[in-house]
């Protein structure tokens, strides 16, 4: 239970109290006392504004029953004396976002966002991203190959992501890769694949730059669905540009942003070819939808698209076929438990998924067991805390998060020069690898439904310039009026 000042257990006459936590209100952004309540088979998340009045927003719904979707963890905080923390609160968690020595937890991820500008105009996009036009300004390439020694300074070694805007945009990108490919251990580019499906020498030229992996953006396999999400036909767009990949022994990963109603009956057939271009896509992430930017109710007519965490997973295994099933998934290590869901598999030769062994999440596992916990910290290294400084991800427990996201999304198989070089147990690795196939959904938090003790254990990160790290739900979180909080 939150013990903050100020907070009393209560309920509703309609609703059976579970918890209390601090919220927002959905429409000024000022910070609440909050209660987790169960009705029926949903939990919501409700608060009462003083100005605005009471307000609940549905985080749960369905099986996983919400008290058994649990996982022990420990808090790997970040360090006191961290060159990019916030020293002094003025506004309280999630104003001061820097972030503040009231956080949890250190970056496992980082995004980068090295334009504004994309060449689509998505009614749904969180980041509100302008149009690209002809004479669009870009930063250089020198004062972003900076700003990546800065996050490579303030983040340790973490997944750095390429964002935007859309990233492929910037004329410079595959020099920027090569930068971060020297200062992180995976590098991840985040597009709509435009480019990517017009330019096949792009997908080579990031590919030998050191790219890791693609994250597509892959909705479905209809052009309704596009047009509705996206504003036009992309479905044979999406398919040049995973088959550019593919020839660039580039691996991807199929991101849907799903929206009820729109493309959550279609999971099944995104599964089903993600899964008949394995090992060159490595997986699936979806992404149900987020009420921020121009993704607000007004402007797509007020409609109910949301889908939970576990209504996405329930979608997902009544379409696969048999291929899998609730019990493959569990929560997460590192983020808060209602953040996401994880099935790892080994893709038979027909076709099957075969559930791996549980890893023990993404990052910090129950206390006792190995993880950025428990190991490399200052106290047994006899470091002072100011000399260890904020780079948790240099713990051995933060870089087995990275190294096993990696094994999961990058590319299985070796270059044909390097075949003559490796021996048996190598290829051995690396067949087991092109076997990996993965499932995951990470469900972002909006005005609605944003829980600060979620915020306050979030690992993903956005680089916002200059020199703070936000978490990512804090960054894109805007009001109902189409407040921002950070962006």
């Not at 000022?30 to 307000?55: K, M, T």
């Not at 009544?318 to 869901?341: D, I, K, N, T, V």
Request: with cysteine.
């Amino acid at each position: 239970m939150n013990t903050d000042a100020g907070q009393v257990p209560y309920s509703t006459p309609s609703a059976l109290f579970l918890y209390e936590t601090r919220s927002l209100c959905p429409i000024c952004l000022q910070s609440l006392p909050a209660r987790i309540e169960r009705r029926g088979d949903a939990v919501f998340l409700s608060r009462d504004c003083p100005e605005h009045g009471p307000f609940s927003g549905l985080i749960w719904k369905g099986e996983p029953d919400f008290a058994f979707w649990k996982r022990p963890r420990q808090d790997c905080p970040p360090s006191a004396g961290a060159q990019n923390s916030v020293e002094r609160t003025n506004k309280g968690c999630p104003g001061d976002c820097g972030p503040c020595f009231g956080h949890t937890q250190s970056p496992c991820t980082v995004l980068f966002e090295i334009t504004r500008y994309c060449n689509l105009n998505c009614p749904v996009c969180f980041a509100s991203a302008l149009p690209a036009e002809a004479g669009m300004e870009m930063e250089n390439a020198g004062e972003l190959k900076e700003r990546l020694r800065r996050i490579r300074a303030l983040a340790g070694e973490v997944v750095l992501q390429f964002s935007g805007g859309e990233p492929t945009l910037h004329p410079d990108l595959p020099e920027l890769v090569r930068e971060a490919n020297g200062l992180f251990p995976a590098v991840q580019l985040n597009s709509n694949g435009l480019l990517l499906a017009e330019k096949p020498d792009l997908a080579r030229a990031l590919a030998a730059a050191g790219l890791s992996w693609v994250f597509l953006q892959f909705d479905g396999t209809r052009d309704d669905i596009y047009r509705r999400l996206r504003g036009r036909p992309l479905l044979d767009i999406k398919l040049a540009a995973l088959r550019n990949c593919r020839e660039a022994n580039l691996p991807v990963v199929l991101v849907p942003t799903l929206a009820k109603g729109v493309n959550d009956q279609d999971l099944g057939n995104i599964l089903r070819l993600g899964l008949s271009l394995a090992p060159g896509v490595r997986g699936l992430h979806l992404q149900p939808m987020t009420i921020s930017g121009r993704n607000l109710p007004c402007l797509i007519g007020g409609e109910n698209l949301d889908l939970t965490l576990p209504e996405t997973l329930q979608a997902i295994c009544a379409q696969s076929g048999g291929l899998m099933r609730p019990e493959h998934a569990s929560p997460p290590g590192c983020e808060h438990e209602r953040c996401s869901f994880h099935c790892r598999y080994r893709l038979t030769p027909t076709g099957q998924l075969v559930p791996m062994r549980d890893t023990g999440g993404d990052c910090c596992p129950a206390p006792g067991k190995t993880g950025c916990c428990t190991l490399g910290n200052a106290e047994e290294s006899g470091k002072s805390r100011e000399e260890t400084g904020r780079v948790l991800s240099d713990r051995p427990g933060a870089r087995r998060a990275v190294d096993l996201v990696g094994m999961v999304w990058s590319a299985p198989d070796h270059s044909p020069a390097d075949k003559e070089k490796i021996d048996a147990f190598d290829a051995f690795i690396a067949e087991a690898r092109a076997q990996v196939f993965s499932v995951t959904c990470m469900a972002f938090q909006d005005c609605r439904t944003v829980d600060l003790e979620r915020l306050r254990g979030c690992c993903v990160f956005v680089y916002a310039h200059p020199d703070r790290l936000v978490p990512f739900c804090a960054y894109n979180m805007s009001g109902l009026d189409g407040r921002s909080l950070h962006r």
